[in-house]
């Protein structure tokens, strides 16, 4: 990670309003991330801590990876999102079959939520 010691904050807090959180609070002491890099955050007052949560929706494995970056780009040339109703995307089904092979007895449907895309 960069070792800029980074203090600035955006130009303005107020329009951007942060679900479960007391935005009063957070705009009077913001809490700002700038980068990630593996298991690593680095804040806007330049200390870096540990991605232990991983927030509401994981990623477990971790931040910046190259091949990550290079299937998700591949993806996206070929098609960034496909709205999951009354239609699919062939990347969705590949996916499904691969997790339920890793279940255990007719644990076998699984329902994917705001899948954005899928690389193989």
Not at 40 to 61: E, M, R
Not at 91 to 96: C, D, N, Q, R, V
């Amino acid at each position: 990670m960069s070792s800029e010691n980074r203090t600035s904050v955006p130009n303005s807090l107020n329009e951007h309003w942060m679900p479960f959180t007391s935005n009063k609070d957070f705009k009077k002491n913001p809490r700002l991330i700038t980068e990630a890099k593996g298991v690593y955050l680095k804040t806007h007052h330049g200390k870096t801590q540990i991605d232990a949560s991983s927030g509401l929706f994981c990623n477990p494995l971790g931040h910046g990876r190259r091949e990550i970056t290079e299937a998700v780009t591949k993806q996206l040339e070929t098609l960034d999102y496909a709205q999951p109703f009354q239609q699919g995307f062939g990347g969705s089904f590949e996916l499904a079959t691969k997790i339920s092979k890793h279940t255990p007895g007719d644990l076998n449907k699984i329902f994917l939520y705001n899948l954005w895309f899928y690389s193989g």
